[in-house]
């Protein structure tokens, strides 16, 4: 696996870089080479704040940890990741035949100056193909959301599916 590392309001250093790669390099044996892991440190109100994003057949698998030190946040992130992992494995063997199905693209977003009053302040476009509410409900928890925006493969209309306090899933189909 690469790993592509990116700084925010942080200097990098040869340290942290090789901390990160021998952290991932434990989850190596899930995926092929060619996978690219994007890394992006950064610091925030003397947090630091670690993102890893790992694009796999059209699934995102992503962590973020926030805490005093660094290697603290790596040693977080890489643990989440591996959990999803192992927890997601069995339910795609399951669920899935085809897990080129799951797709996710998050292509560009924008965002705005703040206000007194609530308005939109991020925008995500991403290109949406057909899938079952189930493999829906499989994406959202791999990304760590409590919805998602899918086409529904049986209904070719857009649907959302939702985690709901009981720990069950909900479904929003439009009606007109």
Do not use: C
Not at 2 to 28: C, F, H, P, Q, W
Not at 67 to 86: F, N
Request: hydrophobic letters at 35%; proline letters at 3%; zero cysteines.
């Amino acid at each position: 696996m690469r790993v592509i590392v990116y700084g925010k309001n942080v200097d990098l250093t040869e340290g942290m870089k090789s901390a990160l790669d021998k952290k991932l390099s434990k989850l190596d044996k899930y995926f092929t080479p060619e996978v690219e892991a994007t890394a992006t440190m950064s610091t925030q109100k003397g947090k630091h704040i670690l993102e890893v994003t790992i694009p796999i057949n059209g699934t995102i698998l992503r962590a973020e940890e926030s805490t005093e030190d660094m290697y603290a946040s790596i040693d977080l992130a890489v643990d989440k990741l591996e959990g999803q992992l192992r927890k997601h494995k069995t339910k795609l063997e399951k669920k899935l035949k085809d897990h080129s199905t799951i797709r996710v693209d998050f292509s560009s977003f924008t965002e705005e100056k703040k206000s007194e009053e609530p308005s939109v302040v991020k925008t995500k476009r991403f290109p949406i193909k057909p899938m079952s509410a189930d493999e829906a409900s499989l994406q959202m928890d791999l990304l760590g959301h409590n919805f998602f925006v899918f086409l529904n493969s049986e209904s070719d209309e857009v649907n959302v599916v939702y985690k709901r306090k009981d720990g069950n899933y909900g479904l929003i189909e439009p009606t007109v």
